[in-house]
């Protein structure tokens, strides 16, 4: 029974941990905006290097090959 | 050329008798009706130059997903004057961070209101190479910009923003607030210890609860107990070592003292026992206490962050003023104005200090301070104060006070608009229930504590010190600083959803206590916002003139010619030949030869010692020279008054403000019958002071006013709300703004909120009932921990269940509309 010190002495130094990650979190402002991310993280980043949706310019011959 | 709707849409209109009846181009870019000639680029219509750039340059930087993600999300660029930004002194206040590569800055830019903008704020990069990174909160509706400032100035990213139409709002406030701005994590830190202790020692606690014999076993626990609940007690329970303190030294007696005591006594006999080994103590019971406490605070201080009340005045106050030295303007902060100054003022800007008109003709409005809907003319020579908005063309100043000693200033530095300072709290007005009963119920425990002690202490007094503490531990008042914040907080939330955004939880139970209503007219009671022009011609114009009408007033961006302009709609548009805008006085041009002027009564055709007194504003018209008359904007009473005013007058004693003329009297005297019940011509000090004065006679008063010709009186009142038909842009110090389309609820919103208290009082009640059982157990001597242990976590659960529940079934029943 006396492996019950060291399970103590083990599970108070884990919940330790999550409070001081808890901590971590609040310092590097994880909880000052809790609302921005979830709008953030539904908008893809379209890559610049595509061609712009709304250009003037004809599509490049090839893509009208697939037309039936 | 007109666009005509495609047939199907003109049939869904048809079915949908809300919209309006013919449907007009629309800005690709924000949204609003086309012009008849719109501006045509990809397939696309734009109502303006400006709408139509900031797609070009979208489009050029392949942001055009911006489009995609909300529909006519944009807003039309303006112009913006910020040279003021180059000025090393703005620099340094309004930037956070800066080291040789980069350098931090805070933008509150109130445009932002959808994904579309925050994709477009996100992704500035792509347009300026130089901006290394731009965050934003959406809430706050703040953006934070990282730029490389040997690249980029700041007014170089602040134009950027302008031009794509979000243009930060940089004022006084965003200098002078930075350092106390309140901060919501020392709350949380303090929920953290208190959960992850409070947890702890309910897993330590099992043993005893079950009966661990094992001595060695027993101990350790014990003393792990103790060492845990001291930062709970000390760290976590700190504030409210604090609030006592505080209500001693003002010799008063608040809820928090039992709460204080019982935790105290808790921590204390449970150290005693533990140390000379004679018991468990409470630590179980009295940590959860302050964690349940703790948790209640948290949900109570959870306030809607997109209404920001920190602004105030100063929010309006520019940043910098125009400095005329020789030839050469240069911007200067406005704290470093000194008399003898000479600043310009351009349209539209606001005074920034008491000053002598030198050059120009000054048109004032000063609705901001005086509440007065009509600008004034100023000649040069005149003094002008501050706080006013020119309108018209630009005027220059010399200063005659600096920017401190200003009417203005003077005027927000009233007493009123320090109540949180000084020590003496402006809630002290309205004594809270909590802290009422705080008093009786501390001195009833207090006594009863000593009664049963000194009862144990001459028939057994072993236990004299046990049963004395016992009581203080189990009588503890936690459930009504529990039942308050989850009562009030669920009321505020409902609230907000019906559009009344309330400052903190306390202003129901003020709006509750209130029994008196002060009202302010002018963009209160009555808006011309959504008013309808009345035409008022000898001889009503035929569609020929009316056409005229149109086709010049949609050249130019005056508000009241953008609302002929709408009235006018469906007029056919004519070209227009020498447009000349006179600022602040009218319009004149040449329409299909015919010599067209449009505006104030004196600009289109002035007769002296004939002017019209009547309420509202005017459009007057003349065509050829000839007179015709004039298009009236009525003050129009809002949607629902009647049912409001009628409401209220059963339950409150009304008045109204005004700082209009008498011309509403014999409208109003319906509601308010009696004298001295209605004022008119009213000043905002004269506002502020009857209020004062109301309350000095007892009254306890909610004011209903518009903004800021009336902040003192919000402020004075013991509940003050801003009816705003703009919650963005409008935020001044009050208590609650309430979005004007929501006044027809006001009546119900005050009945909820006085429900509110009553089962807060009804919450005491049943707590009362468990208090009687904890401490009948404690004055026999009986009180094991496991009781403890149990009891007090079940009633604070039951306080929060009343609480919450009750709120959303009376939310449900009164406002039906509102399920969620």
């Known amino acids: ?68 | 050329m007109h666009f005509r709707p495609a047939k199907r849409e003109f049939y869904e209109n048809f079915e949908n008798m809300n919209t309006a009846t013919v449907t007009k181009l629309t800005c690709y870019h924000c949204g609003s009706d086309c012009p008849p000639h719109p501006i045509l680029l990809n397939d696309k219509a734009f109502c303006c130059d400006g709408c139509k750039t900031v797609y070009e340059v979208l489009n050029d930087s392949r942001l055009c997903r911006y489009y995609e993600i909300t529909p006519n999300p944009g807003q039309t660029p303006r112009l913006a004057r910020l040279e003021f930004l180059d000025h090393p002194d703005i620099i340094s206040q309004l930037t956070g961070f800066s080291d040789d590569t980069q350098t931090h800055v805070t933008f509150y830019v109130p445009a932002i209101h959808c994904s579309s903008c925050l994709y477009l704020l996100e992704h500035l990069y792509r347009i300026a190479p130089s901006i290394l990174q731009s965050r934003v909160d959406f809430l706050k509706k703040n953006v934070h910009i990282r730029f490389r400032q040997t690249d980029i100035s700041l007014r170089q990213v602040a134009e950027l923003m302008t031009s794509l139409g979000y243009e930060p709002l940089i004022s006084l406030n965003d200098v002078v607030e930075e350092q106390n701005r309140p901060t919501y994590k020392p709350l949380l830190y303090k929920l953290a210890v208190a959960g992850f202790c409070a947890g702890n020692i309910m897993l330590f606690s099992f043993p005893e609860y079950l009966g661990l014999d094992d001595p060695s076993f027993r101990r350790l626990f014990l003393y792990l107990n103790l060492m845990l609940a001291t930062p709970v007690v000390f760290y976590s329970g700190w504030g409210y070592f604090e609030s006592v303190w505080a209500a001693l030294r003002r010799k008063m007696i608040n809820i928090d003292l039992p709460i204080l005591l019982g935790i105290l006594t808790a921590y204390f006999r449970g150290m005693y026992e533990v140390v000379t080994d004679t018991g468990a103590g409470y630590f179980d019971s009295v940590t959860g206490l302050i964690f349940f406490l703790l948790i209640g605070k948290w949900f109570q201080q959870r306030t809607y962050d997109f209404l920001s009340f920190e602004r105030d005045y100063k929010s309006y106050f520019p940043l910098a003023a125009t400095l005329i030295g020789g030839k050469t303007e240069t911007p200067v902060p406005i704290a470093s104005l000194k008399k003898g100054d000479r600043i310009r003022i351009r349209n539209q800007e606001l005074i920034p200090a008491d000053g002598i008109l030198y050059k120009g003709q000054g048109l004032i409005d000063y609705s901001f301070v005086t509440g007065e809907s009509e600008p004034e003319s100023r000649k040069p020579g005149a003094l002008l104060y501050a706080g006013g908005k020119q309108v018209g063309e630009a005027i220059e100043l010399e200063v005659v006070r600096s920017v401190s000693h200003s009417y203005l200033s003077q005027l927000w530095n009233n007493d009123a608009f320090r109540k949180d300072e000084g020590g003496r709290k402006w809630s002290d007005r309205i004594r809270t229930f909590a802290d009422v009963v705080g008093k009786y119920f501390t001195l009833s425990v207090l006594a009863l504590a000593l009664v049963a002690g000194t009862y144990w202490y001459v028939t057994e007094p072993s236990k004299a010190v046990n049963v004395f503490t016992a009581i203080l531990i189990v009588a503890c008042p936690c459930v009504l600083s529990l039942s308050y914040p989850f009562a009030l907080g669920n009321g505020m939330r409902l609230l907000s959803r019906l559009k009344l955004y309330l400052k903190n939880a306390d202003v129901i139970e003020k709006m509750a206590a209130c029994d008196t209503i002060v009202f302010d007219k002018t963009g209160t009671l009555t808006s011309s916002a959504t008013a309808q022009p009345v035409e008022t011609f000898a001889v009503p114009l035929n569609e020929m003139e009316l056409s005229l009408v149109a086709s010049l007033v949609r050249h130019s961006a005056h508000p009241l010619s953008r609302k002929v302009a709408g009235y006018l709609y469906d007029a056919m548009i004519l070209p227009v030949d020498n447009f000349t805008e006179v600022p602040g006085q009218g319009i004149k041009g040449l329409v299909y030869d015919q010599f067209v002027k449009i505006g104030s009564r004196e600009f289109v055709h002035p007769s002296p010692g004939k002017t019209l007194d009547t309420e509202g504003s005017a459009v007057h018209v003349s065509i050829d020279h000839v007179y015709r008359g004039c298009f009236r904007f009525p003050n129009q009473y809002r949607a629902g008054i009647t049912g409001v005013l009628s409401s209220l007058k059963k339950s409150h004693s009304l008045y109204l403000l005004s700082g209009d003329n008498e011309a509403a009297r014999a409208d109003l005297k319906r509601w308010f019958p009696n004298d001295g019940q209605m004022v008119f011509e009213c000043h905002p000090q004269e506002k502020l002071d009857f209020v004062r004065s109301l309350q000095a006679n007892g009254r306890r008063v909610l004011m209903v006013g518009d903004g800021l010709n009336d902040a003192g009186a919000l402020r004075q009142a013991d509940a003050g709300i801003a009816v705003t038909d703009d919650t963005i842009q409008f935020t001044p110090a009050s208590d609650g703004i309430l979005e004007a389309g929501s006044l027809s609820r006001l009546p119900d919103m005050l009945r909820y909120s006085r429900f509110g208290m009553k089962l807060i009082r009804f919450s005491f009640c049943i707590s009362l009932i468990y208090n009687f059982v904890g401490v009948s157990y404690a004055i026999t001597g009986n009180l094991s921990p496991i009781v403890a242990a149990i009891l007090m976590p079940l009633s604070s659960t039951t306080m929060v269940l009343i609480a919450t529940l009750g709120m959303r079934w009376k939310g449900r029943k009164l406002f039906p509309e509102n399920r969620d």
């Not at chain 1, 130094?13 to 409070?19: D, E, K, N, T, W």
């Not at chain 1, 310019?57 to 090959?65: G, I, L």
Request: hydrophobic fraction near 45%; glycine fraction near 4%.
């Open chain 1, 1 to 68: 029974m006396q492996v019950i010190f060291f399970m103590i002495g083990i599970s108070l130094v884990l919940a330790l941990g999550f409070l001081s990650a808890f901590f971590w979190a609040m310092r590097h402002g994880q909880n000052d905006d809790l609302y921005t991310p979830s709008i953030r993280m539904l908008l893809d980043d379209t890559d610049p290097a595509e061609p712009p949706p709304d250009s003037p310019t004809p599509k490049p011959r090839n893509a009208q090959t697939f037309i039936p």
